[in-house]
Nanobody
Framework: QVEVVESGGGLVQPGGSLRLSCAAS????????MGWYRQAPGKQRELVAI???????NIADSVKGRFTISIDNAKNTVYLQMNSLKPEDTAVYYC??????????WGRGTQVTVSS
């Protein structure tokens, strides 16, 4: 059973915008935080942004001022609004869901490509 459903990736020109969504299945209980990581070819996976259910955020310096993370607790869904995209933002973006009662759960990833 797929517990994490990501959507919203694609190809965009530099300076463009994309919005990623990640919905957690109801089988994931006691969610404490939801976030996004990314992995570019040949690089390690890195944190992009994370948000707690209370709305506290941690955003990577490389995307501050361009990316915004938000959460809809009623829908167990996290959003990543990405503006002013740069070629260096090209990566596979992974949703991560943290729970108080089980190990964190990863999505399968969605490709974001920024290119002219």
């Amino acid at each position: 059973q797929v517990e994490v459903v990501e959507s919203g990736g694609g190809l965009v020109q530099p300076g463009g915008s994309l919005r990623l969504s990640c919905a957690a299945s109801k089988t994931i209980l006691s969610i404490s935080a939801m976030g996004w990581y990314r992995q570019a070819p040949g690089k390690q996976r890195e944190l992009v942004a994370i948000i707690t259910r209370a709305g506290n955020t941690n955003i990577a310096d490389s995307v501050k001022g361009r990316f915004t993370i938000s959460i809809d607790n009623a829908k167990n869904t996290v959003y990543l609004q990405m503006n002013s995209l740069k070629p260096e933002d090209t990566a596979v973006y992974y949703c991560n869901i943290q729970s108080y009662t089980r190990p964190s759960v990863w999505g399968r990833g969605t490709q974001v490509t920024v290119s002219s």
